[in-house]
């Protein structure tokens, strides 16, 4: 069995993004030509999924329009014959019904936010993605809730994206405690626990959970009894952790490489990164870059 819906919250408040997100929300920022939240929603139906259930806050009302028809944009492209950018916004838009919304009404963390969708899910295995974190797979890899979704098929089991990071910075993740034996360079890593956000000198590994889960409906009564965690937020990795006495979770090395698009600089280099994917790009920010590396080489050396 594959996970069918996908949750995907959009409620967080995006202060590491001020004063960009101070109005617009920070789904919206625009990696190259598409918002974040435009690679999650076509992530998730490559994967498969059938409904996504969007976990929205006040001042998001952006996100559901741009999922929606633009009668007077598409009147005018059409009129200019302009069929390619036509057929770009009209083909962004899902077929109907397949796009469900609720509210979070107070932004209380990442485990709250899911829980608002407990109604909408149903009892079956589900998908969770973040879309401040962008992964590309590249044209050579299948996008990361396809690799995940595959694996599952047979797993059947909780699974969370995992990748390696700095000793230093475990403390910006959920880090997973691996299972004795299990680990080393496997795909699938059973842990025996996970940890928020862990100081570097007592995090169990450094296998930090990234913005993609699979999980079963079971976590909406833990998250249901609203415990707080790392920075007062009810935190979904804590509740994944009290999941571990009924369910064994894994974690999936993916092929890919995430994009932190919440944060200022792992932007910036996801723009750049997928703008040089473009052949018509590239050849005209290489010579630029080139240009700023001499210039900024010159500055460091005389610094
Ligand atoms: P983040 O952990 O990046 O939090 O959320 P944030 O509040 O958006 O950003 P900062 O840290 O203040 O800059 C990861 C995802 O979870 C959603 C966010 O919208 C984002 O897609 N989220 C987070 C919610 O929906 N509700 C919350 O209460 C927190």
Redesign the pocket.
């Known amino acids: 069995m594959r996970p069918r819906t996908a949750v995907?919250?959009?409620?967080?408040?995006?202060?590491?993004?001020?004063p960009a997100?101070k109005a617009m929300?920070?789904?919206m920022l625009t990696v190259v030509d598409k918002p974040?939240?435009q690679y999650a929603v076509e992530e998730a139906f490559a994967a498969g999924i059938e409904r996504i259930v969007f976990?929205?806050?006040r001042g998001k009302e952006m996100l559901a329009d741009h999922f929606d028809y633009t009668p007077e944009l598409e009147e005018t492209l059409r009129g200019r014959n302009r069929l390619d950018p036509l057929q770009q916004v009209r083909g962004l838009v899902p077929t109907a019904g397949c796009l469900i919304y609720t509210r979070?009404n107070?932004?209380?963390?990442?485990?709250?936010?899911?829980w608002?969708a407990r109604h909408l899910v149903g009892d079956a295995p589900f998908a969770i993605l973040?879309?401040?974190?962008l992964v590309w797979s590249g044209p050579e890899h299948a996008p990361v809730m396809q690799q995940m979704c595959d694996q599952f098929e047979s797993l059947q089991q909780p699974m969370v994206a995992i990748m390696e990071v700095e000793q230093q910075e475990t403390n910006k993740y959920g880090i997973l405690d691996p299972l004795e034996g299990s680990g080393g360079n496997a795909v699938l890593v059973q842990a025996k626990g996970l940890v928020e956000k862990p100081a570097p000198q007592v995090a169990p590994s450094r296998m930090a959970i990234i913005?993609r889960y699979i999980l079963h409906p079971d976590i909406f009564s833990l998250l249901g009894k609203r415990q707080t965690g790392a920075g007062g937020?009810?935190q979904l990795t804590d509740a994944m952790a009290m999941m571990m006495q009924k369910h064994p979770i894994y974690g999936f090395r993916f092929q890919g490489t995430r994009y932190?698009c919440?944060?200022k600089v792992g932007f910036q280099m996801a723009n750049l990164a997928l703008a040089l994917e473009q052949a018509e790009m590239r050849s005209r920010l290489l010579p630029f870059l080139n240009t700023q590396l001499g210039q900024w080489s010159v500055h460091s050396t005389a610094s």
């Open positions: 995907i919250p959009v409620a967080g408040l995006g202060t590491r993004f001020l997100t929300p920070k789904e974040l939240v976990v929205t806050g979070q107070e932004p209380l963390g990442l485990g709250h936010a899911i608002c973040l879309p401040d974190d913005g937020e009810i932190d919440g944060d």
